[in-house]
Protein backbone atom coordinates (compact mmCIF):
# COMPACT_ATOMS: atom_id res chain seq x y z
CA UNK A 1 0.00 0.00 0.00
CA UNK A 2 1.79 3.35 -0.89
CA UNK A 3 0.44 6.76 0.61
CA UNK A 4 0.01 9.78 -0.88
CA UNK A 5 -1.13 12.53 1.16
CA UNK A 6 -1.62 16.53 0.24
CA UNK A 7 -3.56 19.70 1.05
CA UNK A 8 -0.72 20.88 3.58
CA UNK A 9 0.20 24.64 3.05
CA UNK A 10 0.76 28.18 5.13
CA UNK A 11 -2.43 29.36 7.03
CA UNK A 12 -3.04 32.43 9.69
CA UNK A 13 -4.01 31.14 12.92
CA UNK A 14 -7.67 30.69 13.02
CA UNK A 15 -7.83 29.41 9.88
CA UNK A 16 -8.72 26.31 8.09
CA UNK A 17 -7.21 23.48 5.79
CA UNK A 18 -8.40 20.52 4.43
CA UNK A 19 -5.58 17.37 4.24
CA UNK A 20 -6.44 13.95 1.80
CA UNK A 21 -4.73 11.04 1.90
CA UNK A 22 -5.42 8.60 -1.04
CA UNK A 23 -3.49 4.94 -0.25
CA UNK A 24 -3.10 2.61 -3.65
CA UNK A 25 -4.76 -0.90 -3.87
CA UNK A 26 -8.10 -2.31 -3.66
CA UNK A 27 -7.99 -3.12 0.16
CA UNK A 28 -8.26 0.43 1.68
CA UNK A 29 -11.73 -0.26 3.24
CA UNK A 30 -9.69 -2.69 5.85
CA UNK A 31 -7.99 -0.90 6.87
CA UNK A 32 -7.78 1.21 10.21
CA UNK A 33 -6.41 4.76 9.18
CA UNK A 34 -4.69 7.97 11.43
CA UNK A 35 -2.99 11.06 10.51
CA UNK A 36 -0.41 11.91 12.84
CA UNK A 37 2.05 14.88 13.03
CA UNK A 38 5.63 15.62 13.72
CA UNK A 39 6.85 19.75 14.95
CA UNK A 40 10.30 20.91 14.14
CA UNK A 41 12.40 19.26 17.13
CA UNK A 42 9.68 17.54 19.01
CA UNK A 43 8.67 13.80 18.52
CA UNK A 44 5.97 12.38 15.89
CA UNK A 45 2.27 12.77 17.96
CA UNK A 46 -1.16 10.88 17.31
CA UNK A 47 -3.31 13.07 15.59
CA UNK A 48 -6.63 11.45 14.89
CA UNK A 49 -7.91 8.21 13.14
CA UNK A 50 -11.25 6.29 12.20
CA UNK A 51 -11.62 2.69 11.55
CA UNK A 52 -12.54 0.47 8.64
CA UNK A 53 -15.88 1.63 8.15
CA UNK A 54 -15.86 5.18 9.05
CA UNK A 55 -18.08 4.79 11.77
CA UNK A 56 -15.92 5.29 14.92
CA UNK A 57 -13.32 7.99 14.79
CA UNK A 58 -11.00 9.14 17.84
CA UNK A 59 -8.85 12.48 18.62
CA UNK A 60 -5.88 13.80 20.56
CA UNK A 61 -7.19 16.00 23.17
CA UNK A 62 -6.12 19.40 21.71
CA UNK A 63 -7.47 18.82 18.24
CA UNK A 64 -11.01 17.86 19.54
CA UNK A 65 -13.84 19.80 18.30
CA UNK A 66 -11.36 21.51 15.58
CA UNK A 67 -10.64 18.85 13.43
CA UNK A 68 -12.09 16.08 11.61
CA UNK A 69 -11.28 13.14 10.13
CA UNK A 70 -13.33 10.95 7.61
CA UNK A 71 -13.14 8.77 4.68
CA UNK A 72 -14.76 7.93 1.60
CA UNK A 73 -13.98 3.84 0.54
CA UNK A 74 -15.59 4.32 -2.70
CA UNK A 75 -12.88 6.73 -3.47
CA UNK A 76 -10.18 5.49 -1.19
CA UNK A 77 -9.19 8.57 0.49
CA UNK A 78 -9.30 9.76 4.38
CA UNK A 79 -9.48 13.14 5.05
CA UNK A 80 -8.38 15.28 7.71
CA UNK A 81 -10.18 18.83 8.25
CA UNK A 82 -8.70 21.11 10.02
CA UNK A 83 -10.61 24.22 11.50
CA UNK A 84 -9.55 26.91 14.38
CA UNK A 85 -6.08 26.17 13.38
CA UNK A 86 -2.97 27.36 15.93
CA UNK A 87 0.13 28.17 15.84
CA UNK A 88 0.97 24.84 18.01
CA UNK A 89 -0.38 22.94 14.75
CA UNK A 90 2.20 23.77 12.71
CA UNK A 91 4.13 20.11 11.73
CA UNK A 92 4.35 17.41 9.02
CA UNK A 93 1.17 15.54 9.39
CA UNK A 94 1.31 11.94 8.10
CA UNK A 95 -1.27 9.90 7.05
CA UNK A 96 -1.20 5.79 7.94
CA UNK A 97 -2.59 2.70 6.93
CA UNK A 98 -2.67 -0.46 9.64
CA UNK A 99 -4.25 -3.87 10.00
CA UNK A 100 -4.13 -3.75 13.58
CA UNK A 101 -7.40 -3.80 15.93
CA UNK A 102 -8.60 -0.30 16.60
CA UNK A 103 -7.06 -0.17 20.15
CA UNK A 104 -4.05 0.26 19.04
CA UNK A 105 -4.80 2.96 16.05
CA UNK A 106 -3.20 5.78 18.63
CA UNK A 107 0.20 3.78 18.65
CA UNK A 108 2.29 4.45 15.59
CA UNK A 109 3.93 1.88 16.15
CA UNK A 110 1.38 -0.56 15.29
CA UNK A 111 1.13 1.27 11.51
CA UNK A 112 2.30 -0.98 8.52
CA UNK A 113 2.63 1.96 6.30
CA UNK A 114 2.66 5.57 6.29
CA UNK A 115 2.49 8.52 3.78
CA UNK A 116 5.19 10.97 2.54
CA UNK A 117 3.91 13.89 4.85
CA UNK A 118 2.46 17.67 3.94
CA UNK A 119 3.39 20.36 5.63
CA UNK A 120 1.19 22.38 7.43
CA UNK A 121 2.38 25.98 8.94
CA UNK A 122 0.18 28.05 11.17
CA UNK A 123 0.69 31.94 11.29
CA UNK A 124 0.67 33.79 14.44
Known amino acids: VQLQASGGGLVQAGGSLGLSCAPS????????MGWFRQAPGKEREFVAS????????YYRVSVQGRFTISRDNAKNTVYLQMNSLKPEDTAVYYC??????????????????WGQGTLVTVSS
Open 25 to 32: GRTFSTYN
Open 96 to 113: AATTWGWRYTRQGSKYDY
Open 50 to 57: IDESGDTT
